[in-house]
């Protein structure tokens, strides 16, 4: 049973427009949310998280949304740029508990 | 900080030989975490140690693969005798509080096992 999913693979989106990227649960225990990003031949790295008291975090030209009646999170890119495309991981905890379950990824390209 | 450290970064290796992997955590980091990532099942967990401690291992695949943190700064994960299908990029990360902190990943060890 997969908790956290990313249902598209792939997203490609033109310079300077919103990018979008989705990510839903099943756990309903989980109360901390995150996204990473990966570059190819590099760890993931931490992007910006989300408690579930909250429902909206920004910093700068990301912010999280989150819907907790629907376990469904959004991660929005405004305005996108080229350097953003990367792999984008969805992440879900519990803030009593070690571990974190990764979703599959999304995988961003913005054209120039 | 260097940030987490892993070694090496690449490693071939021959059906049936031992492989170790190597890892040094952010200093003061509590949480050290083992990941893999393939294609097939993305980024899944493999172990995680709190404090050096092993939590939980559900996710080692069975029983080729063994990890240890002898102490605050160093993790290996072994597997023996290595298969074909062990190839992937392993993935080390640790952090502060666990769960509801950000983990800090290391730039992985890709492992190709022929």
């Known amino acids: 049973d997969q908790q956290v999913k990313q249902n598209s693979p792939s997203l490609s989106v033109q310079e300077g427009r919103i990018s979008i990227l989705n990510c839903d649960y099943t756990n309903s225990m989980f109360d901390y949310f995150l996204w990473y990003k990966k570059y190819p031949a590099e760890g993931p790295t931490f992007l910006i998280s989300?408690?579930?008291?909250?429902d909206k975090n920004e910093d700068g030209r990301f912010t999280v949304f989150l819907n907790k009646s629907a376990k469904h999170l959004s991660l929005h890119i405004v305005p996108s740029q080229p350097g953003d495309s990367a792999v984008y991981f969805c992440?879900?905890?519990?803030?009593?508990?070690?571990?974190?379950?990764f979703g599959d990824g999304t995988t961003l390209t913005v054209k120039p | 900080d260097a940030g987490v450290i892993q070694s090496p970064r690449h490693e071939v290796t021959e059906m049936g030989q031992e492989v170790t992997l190597r890892c040094k955590p952010i200093?003061?980091?509590?949480?050290l975490f083992w990941y893999r990532q393939t294609m097939m099942r993305g980024l899944e967990l493999l172990i995680y140690f709190n404090n050096n401690v092993p939590i939980d291992d559900s996710g080692m695949p069975e029983d080729r693969f063994s990890a240890k943190m002898p102490n605050a700064s160093f993790s290996t994960l072994k597997i023996q005798p290595s298969e074909p299908r062990d190839s992937a990029v392993y993935f080390c990360?640790?952090?502060?509080?666990?769960?509801?902190?950000?983990?800090?990943f290391g730039n992985g060890t890709r492992l190709t096992v022929t």
């Open positions: 992440a879900a905890g519990t803030a009593n508990a070690g571990k974190s379950t």
């Open positions: 989300i408690s579930s008291i909250k």
């Open positions: 200093s003061g980091h509590d949480y």
């Open positions: 990360a640790s952090s502060f509080y666990g769960g509801k902190t950000p983990l800090h």
